[in-house]
């Protein structure tokens, strides 16, 4: 396999002085690890060096944190269709310098990913362009028009790790019942957007800021129905769910209540929805246009809390590049979405930081969970695993500039953000796709 | 002792750091954020522009050889007409622009027409349009004071002086006053910027209207909500109408115009349940029938013909005022 972006790595790295964080194997210990051949070799405390190769190289990490790279569960990427908002390449560049090493892209491309050779097109790009893995999800209905279900047997053959019709809501019953049904025999994860599409019609969190601005609100319901409607699906057809972004408390206790009946559900949160709320928006501006809409704080709130108490397992960047003729419009008029891959990790560490999480937590959320929900071999520092590494300083301060993104898109709700923690180096096989110079 | 404490008050409230600053915004975007002591100071300029409106000699030359763009994404007979007669009063070259919105790139139009229009170097650019937030989108692209003339359903700035304007001059004044602003207050920016103007000059606001057309969450803008004229109406001063759009009569929203006349209606019996010294107001353009009776929009208690007067004397102040011109200068805002 050709690897034109990455040079040849060594064959063996040994980082010492490290605080190794493994949220896959609740470790969190001061110690040296090694990493063989692209595969982590050792963990441990003052690892023997009598028997590595003379071009070892060693990383002092001087203490900071070494953990699994981020598994980002949910991206847009403009390729194929709209490769001027961004392509695989520059979202791997991205996505590597904020620390992830695999991202599922989404199918809402132009064409629709609905097809086994569009799966294959995606992978064989991302096999000569990118640094990090991109997981390729299919439509689960052919044109994401929700109304016939994709090949999801070839698909999932093909390769694609998860089925969803991404941005949009299944409006039809029926049509989520037997798409669960048969996704049940090939054990196929089904990703659901959850906005039911006439009453979130809205552009905005249905509230007081949205009455003072006079824009038309999305209330809480237009969440929380279509939810409810799908954990009744899920238990009358015993498929595989995922909620892609959840953004009210009560959804957290939908999910919370179907687990607890033994329903093979999980949720995600976009990183958005817990760092920012409704107030942000300040005078319509449209970067903060994001869906599912940034909610009041109490629903900021408890999100948070659902990460912190484990009913949500899995944050997500949300990453979904704008250009300018999609967002420089009028609040109303504008494109939902923002970019996310390079802030999602440092937004994320405002919990640790602010709301008092800890980090081994949020590290589990961003790469163990959503790595284990997908069924992938990445999130984890076990002996014989992939060697997909970040190092992290988690107190490292920095100011989020627009100019610095790598993203092709610059429509981030951080601009000129103050973050606490920054990644400085990520590794892939082993092999490292991304430093920061110090 | 009394005597002493209060003047030395008086004295540092007269100190150069206590007085009012003179109106100083940059654009008019919306009433949320102006002062009381500037909303004050505009209604005393319109109170003096209406004097010169009702001369023979209407000229005042306070911004001659000024350029002053009408830019309307939205139809609107009645207030292009006003400003561009109070542009003209003050002397200016008035230009008026009505655009087109039905392409769906109409945004990237928006800055394009933003650009280019600043290129022409306008003086004062008067825009309208149908989503909210658009108006102040556009200022950041202009060199040249912007007055929002309705966006969507956020603010419609000069509707509320000119109404403040016509009540403050049939009741004396406004702080005190209760005022029920009543009809389709979802969609309208003239609730929201009289919400805001009469909540800043201490009025009492109601809204009543059906909880179809009251959007969420709004008593916390300081407003009473009422679902009924009977409940609402009683101990009103001020009894002030709100355009019911068409496209909002026929199923959506309430089910008919006929229903909706039935219980919003002001009628004649409604009007008197409110103080006998009422006033009756309406933004126009009425639906007869609709949210008004024409005999009360013709009877002794209405006033809409003379809000469509101080619709021009404000704007004629809001220009000049923009540009530092006129009277009413420093201090004087008493």
Redesign the interface.
């Known amino acids: 396999m050709k690897r034109s972006i990455t040079s040849k790595p060594p064959s063996q790295r040994l980082f010492v002085n490290a605080r190794v964080i493994d949220p896959s194997q609740d470790l969190d210990i001061h110690a040296d690890m090694l990493v063989t051949k692209g595969k982590i070799a050792a963990i441990g405390k003052d690892l023997p060096r009598d028997k590595l190769k003379k071009s070892c190289k060693i990383i002092d990490c001087k203490g900071m944190v070494l953990a699994p790279g981020l598994v980002d569960a949910r991206v847009f990427i403009g390729e194929p269709g709209g490769e001027h908002r961004e392509t695989i390449k520059s979202a791997s560049r991205a996505a590597a310098s904020g620390g992830v090493t695999s991202l599922v892209m989404m199918p809402d491309t132009d064409p629709v990913i609905d097809d086994a050779a569009l799966v294959e097109f995606v992978r064989q790009t991302a096999r000569e362009k990118s640094r990090i893995r991109i997981l390729p999800s299919a439509a689960l209905s052919k044109g994401q028009r929700g109304e016939e279900m994709t090949e999801i047997g070839l698909l999932s053959k093909a390769g694609a790790v998860a089925f969803t019709d991404g941005r949009q809501t299944i409006d039809s019953a029926q049509m989520m019942r037997r798409a669960l049904t048969y996704a049940g025999d090939f054990d196929a994860l089904i990703m659901a957007a959850t906005r039911d599409n006439s009453l979130g019609g809205g552009v905005m969190n249905?509230?007081?800021n949205?009455?003072?601005?006079?824009?038309p609100?999305i209330?809480r319901e237009a969440e929380i129905i279509p939810l409810e409607r799908d954990m009744r699906v899920v238990a009358m057809t015993r498929g595989r769910y995922h909620a892609s972004t959840l953004s009210t408390s009560d959804s957290v206790d939908v999910i919370s209540r179907a687990r607890d009946k033994g329903l093979d559900v999980s949720a995600g949160v976009a990183v958005a929805n817990l760092a920012l709320n409704d107030n942000d928006i300040g005078?319509?501006r449209t970067f903060f246009r994001v869906s599912p809409p940034l909610r009041n704080e109490d629903d900021r709130l408890a999100m948070v809390d659902g990460i912190r108490t484990g009913k949500i397992d899995i944050i997500c960047s949300n990453h979904d590049p704008q250009d300018v003729?999609t967002k420089?419009?009028?609040?109303?008029?504008?494109a939902d979405g923002a970019i996310g891959l390079e802030s999602m990790l440092a937004a994320t560490l405002r919990l640790h930081h602010t709301d008092g999480v800890p980090l081994s937590r949020l590290l589990y959320c961003l790469s163990t969970g959503p790595a284990k929900r997908l069924g992938l071999k990445s999130g984890t520092l076990e002996i014989g695993a992939a060697a997909d590494i970040i190092l992290l300083d988690p107190d490292m301060p920095w100011i989020l500039q627009e100019e610095e993104l790598l993203s092709r898109s610059r429509n981030t709700a951080f601009e000129g953000a103050r973050f606490q923690g920054r990644v400085l180096k990520t590794f892939v096989d082993g092999r490292t796709v991304f430093s920061r110079d110090a | 002792m009394t005597n002493s404490s209060s003047s030395s008050a008086s004295a540092e409230l007269n100190a150069p750091a206590f007085r009012p600053k003179p109106f100083n915004l940059r654009h008019l975007l919306g009433i949320e954020g102006i002062s009381t002591a500037d909303i004050t100071h505009l209604l005393d300029r319109a109170d003096e522009m209406v004097a010169i409106s009702r001369r023979v000699k209407k000229e005042r030359h306070t911004l001659k050889g000024r350029t002053l763009i009408n830019l309307f994404f939205e139809n609107s007979t009645r207030t292009q007409s006003s400003f561009e007669i109070a542009g003209k009063r003050l002397g200016m070259d008035v230009i008026n622009m009505a655009v087109q919105t039905s392409s769906v790139k109409k945004g990237e139009t928006l800055l394009d027409t933003a650009v280019t229009l600043n290129a022409m170097q306008p003086d004062l650019l008067v825009v309208r349009h149908n989503a909210a937030g658009a108006v102040e989108l556009l200022s950041q692209k202009m060199g040249c004071p912007v007055i929002n003339a309705g966006d969507g359903a956020h603010e419609h700035p000069t509707q509320a002086l000119l109404d403040a304007l016509t009540i403050r001059r049939s009741k004396g004044q406004i702080n005190g006053l209760t005022v029920a602003i009543c009809g389709d207050i979802a969609h309208s920016r003239v609730a929201r910027s009289n919400i805001h103007l009469l909540n800043a000059m201490g009025a009492q606001v109601r809204v009543i209207a059906p909880s179809t057309l009251l959007p969420g969450h709004i008593e916390d803008l300081g407003v009473t909500a009422y679902r009924s004229m009977e409940k609402g109406l009683p101990g009103c001063d001020v009894v002030m109408m709100l355009r019911l759009q068409s496209e909002r009569m026929s199923g959506a929203f309430i089910p008919s115009a006929r229903e909706y006349y039935r219980y919003f209606g002001l009628t004649a019996e409604r009007v008197a349940l409110a103080k006998s010294d009422a006033i009756v107001m309406h933004p126009g353009p009425m639906n007869r029938g609709v949210e008004i009776a024409s005999t009360i929009a013709d009877g002794v208690q209405s006033v809409i013909v003379e809000q469509v007067e101080m619709g021009v004397a404000v704007r004629m102040a809001v220009m000049e005022a923009l540009h530092g011109e006129g009277t009413a200068g420093d201090g004087a805002a008493a």
Do not use: K, N, V
């Open positions: 249905a509230g007081l949205a009455t003072r601005m006079g824009l609100g209330p005078s319509y003729d420089r419009l009028p609040f109303a008029e504008a």
